[in-house]
Antibody, heavy 119, light 110 residues
Framework: EVQLVESGGGLVQPGGSLKLSCGASGFTFSGFDIHWVRQASGKGLEWVGRVRSATHNYATAYAPSLRGRFTISRHDSSTAYLQMNSLKTEDAAIYYC???????????WGQGTTVTVSS | QSALTQPASVSGSPGQSITISCTGTSSDIGGYSYVSWYQQHPGKAPKLIIYDVSSRPSGVSNRFSGSKSDNTASLTISGLRAEDEADYYCSSLTSTDTQVFGGGTSLTVL
């Protein structure tokens, strides 16, 4: 079964850092671009950014409002990462990783990991 | 990049049809045929229901259909059922090779 599993969420103080992981199973991870999407409590989906595959030189892109604080990377064994720095209370959300697996849209999602930013 | 514009809520009775609009710009919806729609039930991850403006993934009911005109995409759900009650989000590729989502629409089946 094709699966994505996020981990690393938790409680962090404002100004702190956190690194989330996206693990994959059931498919050849290295061939796919990995996207991160977040959702604050009671709010809508927000695209965070993506890291492309080796074929596309691991190019990254970010939502303009997050550029500079968030960094996406990957180890092509089977994991991608979202490094979040200088966290703000408004960064509190469920963070999902997602891929275009068979079609040009996010057809595979993880279950999400929750980030809480509070003092 | 600003979020795509969706109505906050829509409602309909069982058996009826509803349409959710998603308005963007020529730099996203108007410029590409990479519009997708997602259904999200409370506490669950989003589920893809429409991609490439009007295509349905395998296993998604043909009661769901999508279209696009200029800078506005639309999702139509026909023959409303109680289980269709959920939040719906549109998404598009943008001219800067990023993605953008709509603000989401809450569907109530009366």
């Amino acid at each position: 079964e094709v699966q994505l599993v996020e981990s690393g969420g938790g409680l962090v103080q404002p100004g702190g850092s956190l690194k989330l992981s996206c693990g994959a199973s059931g498919f050849t991870f290295s061939g796919f671009d990995i996207h991160w999407v977040r959702q604050a409590s009671g709010k809508g989906l927000e695209w965070v950014g993506r890291v492309r595959s080796a074929t596309h030189n691991y190019a990254t892109a970010y939502a303009p409002s997050l550029r500079g604080r968030f960094t996406i990377s990957r180890h092509d064994s089977s994991t991608a990462y979202l490094q979040m720095n200088s966290l703000k209370t408004e960064d509190a959300a469920i963070y999902y990783c997602a891929i275009y697996y068979e079609i040009n849209a996010f057809d595979i999602w993880g279950q999400g990991t929750t980030v809480t930013v509070s003092s | 990049q600003s979020a795509l514009t969706q109505p906050a809520s829509v409602s309909g009775s069982p058996g009826q049809s509803i349409t959710i609009s998603c308005t963007g710009t020529s730099s996203d919806i108007g410029g590409y045929s990479y519009v997708s729609w997602y259904q999200q039930h409370p506490g669950k991850a989003p589920k893809l229901i429409i991609y490439d403006v009007s295509s349905r993934p395998s296993g998604v009911s043909n009661r769901f259909s999508g279209s696009k005109s200029d800078n506005t995409a639309s999702l139509t759900i026909s023959g409303l059922r109680a289980e269709d009650e959920a939040d719906y989000y549109c998404s598009s590729l943008t001219s800067t090779d990023t993605q953008v989502f709509g603000g989401g629409t809450s569907l109530t089946v009366l």
